[in-house]
Each structure stands twice: as C-alpha cells, then as structure tokens.
C-alpha cells in the first residue's frame, strides 16, 4: 500500500509555487498503457467531484474538500493494481501524476463541471474542465460529459449542444467519450435533483446513445438501480457503472453491481464515494472489493 506522507504533500505545494510546468510534465510523460486490457473490464476511481461543489461523503459534509486526504486516499486506491485509472478534473489529474501515482494508469478528464451543486443554473452545465484539445495534447483516455436531462429546463437544451460538440471533438481526435446520462426533476426550490425513476431512465439512455454523428468512440456510464433488461437490452454501446454516495448501506450498492456485471456490454465500474469515503473508512477493503468484482483474482 502506497500513501501520501505529509513531507510529500509539502513538496507538492512547494512544486505548485516554485515548479508549476512540472505537474504538467508529469502528466504528459507518464507511462501509458492500453486502454482495454485482456479482460476488457475496467474499474476507474471517480474524483471529479470537487470541480462541482460536491464536497460531502457519508454524514461529513466537508469530507472530500480535505485535499490531502483526498490524494492520500486516491494513492492509495491507485497502487492496487487492479485498479485501472482515474476520472478527474485536471488540478487532481496533475496532483497524482506529480506524485506518481499514475503510472500505467488511465486518465479519464472530466469536461462540464460549470452547472455546479446548489446554483439556479444547474442544468445549463458548461464545459468549464478538460477540453479536447487538451485531453488530446496531455494524452489522456478518454473524457467524460455528464447530461442531466429535466423537461422544462431551456439549459437542458443547450447542454445537449454542449454535449454533442465534445462528442464531435473526442471523435475527430479518436479519443472515447464517456456519456453520464441521468434524469433530473426540480425540486420545491427549483433546484435540480436526481429522479430515480426506471422508466425514465430506460428512454434517456436511448436518447444518450442516439447523440452525435458517430458512436463508435461514445461509452455510457450508468446507474446499476435501473432495470438491468433495459440498462444493457437498450444499447450495444460499452457501459460502465457509476457509484453515487451509499452512506451506510455499501452492501446493497455491491449487490447491485454484482447484478448489473452479468450484462454483456456492462464493462466496468466508475466510481469514487463508495470506495475512496466507504462508511467503514476502510478504503483498501473497499478497492478490494471492487477490484475483485470486476477482475476477479487477476486481470
């Protein structure tokens, strides 16, 4: 097990100040790997939280704001060699690499982060992180796009745009776009809020699937609460399951997992709270865990 000693964290910050081009060095020079090894499953640990304003982790709501335990825990998690890469915002992405910690990794960049947690525009989310240029000339894997879809939000509308012409970008660079398709509602305040209503969820992969002039470089990532017929019956695109916040019960969140891999195009897992913020607090028990349900002993 690899973790952050504080006397690295401080020369992490020194290197902010005195040496900023070496973070972007470490990122661009890392070893690279293949994207899909001899198993065809991936398990990548999810951290592109904080660019949102999402900061909370089981009952402590200041829990992933915390920046060194946040890299200790992410080091931690990615010296598991079972662990296949990271999806992150860039100022994380930069941390870990300075750090080396992703070596031999893959690098997912996360993209619209602009319709941040708690603001009156929620659903009008911009591309505010990585953009394909960047995602291109850094050599990450891939980027991720998230698209709230909620009925009477005009932002919606020019997400999809948003969306569709990252999409566009990734593909001319032959690089996957991972597409986080969920339904939204408002609530009393207006705000948005995740709908977990199946239904819904079945009609807005089809519309995710159905997105650009080229799919065959778009993954989706999914929720595993929804039908698992239509999660994998409606699309052959790669899925790969998305985490969310389980708080106490991280049982049921595996046995959904474990249920949603038996579908064939279900390639893996995203995911970042359950396993980097497990109730228990034990991190390795949870990558572990994860790790042993998507690779089994080895990969």
Known sequence: MTVLTQKRYQDLLDARVRAPQSFVDAVSNRKRRKLIGKD???LIVAADHTARGIIAAGNNPFAIADRYSLLDRLTRSLSNPLVDGLLASADIVEELAWLGALESKLIFGTMNRGGYLGSMWGL???MTAYDADHIASLGLDGG???LR???TDAGVGKTIEYVVDAMRLLAERNIVCLVEPLPYTKDVNGLPMLDRSTDRLDKIISIAAGL?????????KLPAWTSHK???GSTTLPILLL???PGENLDATFSQWSDAMKIPN????VAGRPLLFPYDDDVEKAIDRAAQLVHGATK
């Open 212 to 220: 650009g002039s080229y799919s065959g470089l778009t993954w989706l």
């Open 144 to 146: 991720k796009v998230l």
């Open 243 to 245: 985490g969310g916040d």
């Open 124 to 126: 009008d989310d911009p």
């Open 266 to 269: 279900v390639i893996g897992l």
């Open 149 to 151: 879809i909620e009925n």
């Open 230 to 232: 239509s999660l994998g």
């Open 40 to 42: 065809g499953r991936l």
